[in-house]
């Protein structure tokens, strides 16, 4: 019997096992995928995620950028350099998420991948869990199975707080000129914007909506954007896909179990950023499973409340920003966007080096006039 089972091979899973077997622990991961697999996303991470671990990103590194450039409607120009010590980092999921296993599993943690969980069972002080290629058993279960994932349900999480947002992207490749930007576009979209993210060998072109509102034509939308920098979205697959927003605090744990990345729906209603949050939710899983293991008995409880305190305060902030940006995008482009400090912040927030707390009351002055009066 393993003293854990992981069930998603992604960033929160990754993160927990890695943590979990450092800690001398017995992990299994159950991936149903085979590892690497392809995972649409941006693939913007936060260098910040790096005090976390003890070992070096770079082999899964594509490019650092250091430099921001919005747009309105494809013009009125706005960039930035983030002025931070360490840019943000571009990676291909495949690569990142199966490095982050690798390292797990150079402390010890077991990855089966190809093998889906078809069921779970909770047997008096342990899990059964059903695979299409048998059973296995452990004391604990992270569920970090991403927004499509049945744990939760089947864990009894059946009305989870959370915001489905929908999000389209092409893997182009390309020859890039300028491998140290990232580009945001605001005008062309509802409720959302539309990016391109810089790798080594080609783009991320993607459009999200994160507040909901009326249908819109991605394809079309992506199909204009990509013209903007002389490459055609039809010569790549294009992926649409659901992100899990955070939507308020919610009770993240249960019987010897407890909800990790997507399936805690810990993403970023504001900026969609997921690859951070979710390490966070592992490494912080990884840190009270160790307890429980240890005899607390307050451990998982802890874990929800860690989530609450530690991450669900800033995006409460992040929520009332995104509500006020998204409905009055135009007014949020000049009066945030626009002003000689606003993409630097946006920068810094991304890169987790400031926090919502710390500017979204005079953000939210300018964007909502009264607002706090």
């Not at 931070?84 to 402390?107: G, N, S, Y």
């Not at 869990?129 to 048998?134: E, F, K, L, W």
């Not at 929800?304 to 409905?327: C, D, N, P, V």
Request: hydrophobic share 40%; glycine share 12%; with cysteine.
């Amino acid at each position: 019997m393993y003293e854990c089972i992981i069930v998603g091979a992604g960033p929160a899973g990754g993160s927990a096992a890695y943590h979990l077997a450092k800690q001398g622990r017995s992990v299994l991961v159950l991936e149903k995928a085979s590892l690497p697999r392809y995972k649409p996303c941006g693939g913007g991470v936060s260098p910040a995620i790096a005090q976390w671990f003890d070992f070096d990103f770079s082999p899964a590194i594509s490019v650092k950028v250091d430099s921001l450039r919005f747009t309105w409607k494809l013009e009125d120009p706005v960039e930035a350099k983030i002025g931070i010590k360490e840019p943000v980092w571009m990676v291909r999921r495949d690569v990142f998420d199966h490095f982050l296993v690798q390292q797990a599993q150079k402390q010890g943690a077991e990855l089966r991948d190809n093998t889906e969980v078809t069921g779970i069972e909770f047997k008096s002080d342990y899990w059964q869990v059903n695979t299409a290629n048998g059973q296995v058993t452990g004391r604990y279960l992270i569920a970090a199975d991403g927004v499509k994932g049945s744990m939760p349900k089947w864990l009894g999480f059946k009305d989870r707080k959370r915001r489905l947002a929908g999000a389209l992207e092409a893997e182009i490749p390309a020859n890039v000129e300028n491998k140290s930007t990232i580009h945001f576009e605001f005008g062309l979209v509802k409720n959302g914007y539309i990016w391109n993210f810089p790798k080594a060998d080609g783009y991320s072109l993607g459009v999200g909506t994160f507040i909901g509102g009326e249908r819109q034509d991605f394809k079309k939308i992506l199909d204009e954007y990509a013209k903007y920098f002389n490459v055609d979205i039809k010569t790549s697959k294009q992926y649409g896909y659901p992100i899990s927003l955070w939507d308020g605090n919610q009770k993240l744990h249960t019987q010897n179990a407890v909800l990790a990345g997507e399936a805690a729906c810990v993403v970023d209603p504001f900026t969609a950023e997921g690859i951070r949050p979710s390490i966070f939710s592992g490494v912080l899983a990884a840190q009270f499973i160790n307890e429980a293991l240890s005899g607390d008995i307050n451990a998982l409880e802890n874990y929800t409340e860690a989530i609450h305190e530690q991450w669900g305060s800033e995006m409460a902030w992040a929520q009332k920003l995104a509500g006020a940006f998204y409905r009055f995008p135009g007014i949020g482009y000049k009066v945030g966007v626009k002003r000689p400090s606003g993409a630097q912040t946006m920068g810094k927030i991304l890169c987790g080096e400031l926090r919502y707390g710390d500017v979204a009351g005079r953000a939210l002055k300018r964007l909502i006039p009264g607002f706090g009066g």
